[in-house]
């Protein structure tokens, strides 16, 4: 166990359709992330939050947005879903913003899109 | 912008081979470098890191040296085991700006025979 929490592990869901991820981090990091894993594109990065604010965007579409709460858990909220958008997405975690900071993943969320 | 290339897989060796997977990084500055290795059905875990030129970075086995001349951070170890198949990522984080934007390579896959 990582510490950290990723929550569903697997969903199911149509075309069009809204779906939350949840990611909840290691206790006393600060810092959360989102990747998402592809076959075809591999690990991108989406978003980083820290201590509630936003300090850095990737290739996060516009249908997706997320936000870090006061607790500092995070969600990944991703609408209009499409077929493309099946991947496992995967939540990190550091203690701070430093370059040399070490993330921790959790197990992941994938998500299918029919 | 940042960008990590590693050797593309699958890699398949016999036990207790000699292992080798390249990785190379084109980057502004000093950023820190990383392996991540991921099990089937996990998430990323820390491997190893370097955080300046000519560290090395070892763990498990495993080693890397941060070779800021020829941008360099290739994965060695002397003697695979079944147990080290998984995906291995190369990844690079900006020494500074305030944020992580840990880019990763689009990881190599070791299959380890017996």
């Known amino acids: 166990d990582s510490g950290v929490t990723q929550t569903p592990k697997h969903l199911i869901t149509a075309t069009g359709q809204r779906v939350t991820l949840r990611c909840s981090p290691r206790s006393g990091d600060l810092s959360v992330y989102w990747y998402q894993q592809s076959l075809d594109q591999g690990l991108q990065f989406l978003i980083q939050y820290y201590n509630g604010e936003e300090r850095a965007k990737g290739n996060i579409l516009e249908r997706f947005s997320a936000q870090q709460f006061p607790d500092l858990h995070s969600e990944l909220n991703l609408s209009s879903l499409e077929l493309g958008d099946s991947a496992l997405y995967f939540c990190?975690?550091?203690?701070?913003?430093?370059?040399?900071?070490?993330?921790?993943f959790g197990a992941g969320s994938r998500l299918t899109v029919l | 912008g940042d960008s990590v290339t590693q050797m593309e897989g699958p890699v398949t060796l016999s036990e207790e081979a000699f292992l080798t997977i390249n990785c190379t990084y084109t980057?502004?500055?000093?950023?820190?470098l990383f392996w991540y290795v991921q099990y089937p059905g996990e998430g990323l875990q820390l491997l190893l890191k370097?955080?300046?030129?000519?560290d090395k970075g070892s763990n498990k086995g495993f080693e890397a040296t941060y070779r800021k001349e020829t941008t360099s951070f290739h994965l060695e170890k002397g003697s695979v085991q079944v147990s080290d198949s998984a995906v291995y990522f190369c990844?690079?984080?900006?020494?500074?700006?305030?944020?992580?934007?840990?880019?990763f390579g689009t990881g190599t896959k070791l299959q380890v025979i017996p």
């Open positions: 980057a502004t500055g000093y950023p820190s």
């Open positions: 990844a690079l984080s900006p020494s500074s700006g305030g944020y992580q934007k840990v880019t």
């Open positions: 370097a955080t300046k030129a000519d």
């Open positions: 990190a975690s550091s203690k701070g913003v430093s370059g040399a900071n070490v993330l921790t």
